[in-house]
């Protein structure tokens, strides 16, 4: 009878682990759709807005830093609670910036948020699938996936009806009221994992050296992926506009392509990491994905000057294989993190969540000046070389 409780908590976890990644998708990308409304109403050129941005990605790297510690010694589910409140505030600051510094600090807000929040909730997954004793992790995300592309398609949709405070305080107070049953169903601090259970764990790890090697192992090869993740969706749509000449609307296809393939691929991606392993997942989805992203453009840009439609179906063709291997490799390096002997799971979710997720932050400089260098296509190469080097850096995952 001892067992029947923590399964029963498991399985009350794990649906609402569903719901939270879902709702995390949404506010974290219910901005997005207003950025250029944003944007102009605060009077700012390309160069301050970029500049701006920055303050999601210090908060995103404080909460990141922060989360892991308070983890280990709170438990998943209190730091979550707190992260729950704090991310929707963030988007419904942004609603009222009224200039430079506060749209700057609202977003720290957010980022700060939403980091915390996903460490949080990745080292509950990794608990609960401990629990249950099978895979849930990719499902989750999949999950984020799908709450991430609802709301920006929905938001643009209703970009011409609804002014951006109301939109963004409305999803904000949903988002908090719905996180509230979410969060409270989590696992206790005593089931969550997060003291490493038996086995004695570091909290506090140093930057670099022998015992953090591993970590940095796994970061590099999820900084990888994600340099790939993010060209695909800060790049398609000009890509195929500039280069190729496909006209507005139909241009966002290659991203649609990639992020529909990612969702179909998270969801199906837990029966893969069973039946493959983490490693032999990233490995293939790394070498595939990377491949198709790299030939269909080399082969599509060509041919779009004399054959439009065929090289429209190639590029898309080409994200859609991307998009599908990319959908597990994160997860994957999450488990792989999880999983180092010796120190707290959330604290290496947490130092690889950081090396991850500043790709999101310089990749798509990176690209973009490899494009002003040469041109897009060809610095598209980068990222679809990153993409295959993920998959090779699948040699760091060690967890069956």
């Not at 908590?9 to 759709?33: D, E, H, Q």
């Not at 994200?319 to 997860?331: D, E, K, S, T």
């Amino acid at each position: 009878m001892s067992d029947v409780t923590p399964y029963r908590s498991a399985l009350r976890a794990r649906n609402a682990l569903w719901a939270t990644f879902g709702i995390m998708g949404v506010v974290s990308m219910a901005w997005v759709p207003r950025i250029p409304e944003i944007k102009d109403a605060l009077n700012l050129s390309n160069g301050q807005f970029g500049f701006l941005l920055m303050g999601s990605a210090f908060g995103s790297l404080c909460g990141a830093q922060l989360a892991g510690r308070l983890i280990h010694t709170y438990g998943s589910k209190m730091v979550s609670s707190i992260s729950a409140v704090i991310m929707p505030l963030g988007l419904i600051g942004i609603a009222y910036s009224g200039n430079a510094i506060e749209l700057f600090l609202t977003l720290f807000v957010l980022g700060l948020g939403y980091s915390s929040l996903d460490i949080s909730v990745n080292t509950q997954a990794v608990a609960v699938e401990k629990l249950l004793g099978r895979r849930w992790m990719s499902s989750f995300h999949a999950l984020w996936s799908s709450g991430a592309f609802v709301t920006t398609v929905l938001g643009g949709s209703i970009a011409r009806h609804t002014t951006p405070q109301f939109n963004l305080v409305l999803v904000g107070l949903v988002s908090l009221l719905l996180y509230i049953p979410a969060v409270s169903a989590l696992l206790n601090s005593h089931l969550d994992d997060h003291d490493g259970g038996a086995e004695e764990t570091q909290v506090k790890i140093p930057l670099i050296g022998r015992s953090v090697l591993p970590l940095w192992a796994i970061g590099i090869g999820l900084f990888g992926a994600l340099i790939a993740e993010g060209a695909a969706s800060d790049w398609g749509a000009i890509l195929l506009r500039d280069h190729m000449g496909i006209a507005k609307g139909v241009n966002a296809s290659a991203f649609a392509s990639f992020a529909l393939a990612m969702i179909v691929s998270r969801f199906l991606g837990d029966r893969v990491l069973e039946h493959f392993g983490p490693a032999k997942t990233v490995r293939l989805g790394g070498y595939i994905g990377g491949s198709a992203l790299g030939l269909s453009i080399a082969i599509a840009v060509p041919l779009s000057s004399h054959a439009p439609g065929a090289a429209l179906i190639v590029v898309n063709l080409g994200f859609i294989i991307a998009g599908l291997g990319m959908g597990p490799i994160f997860p994957a390096y999450i488990l792989a993190a999880s999983a180092v002997p010796g120190i707290a799971p959330s604290v290496a979710i947490a130092r690889v969540g950081v090396i991850g997720l500043t790709a999101f932050f310089i990749g798509p400089a990176l690209t973009g000046g490899l494009a002003q260098a040469t041109s897009l296509p060809i610095a598209m190469a980068f990222p679809a070389l990153m993409f295959i080097f993920s998959g090779y850096q699948s040699r760091a995952i060690k967890v069956k």
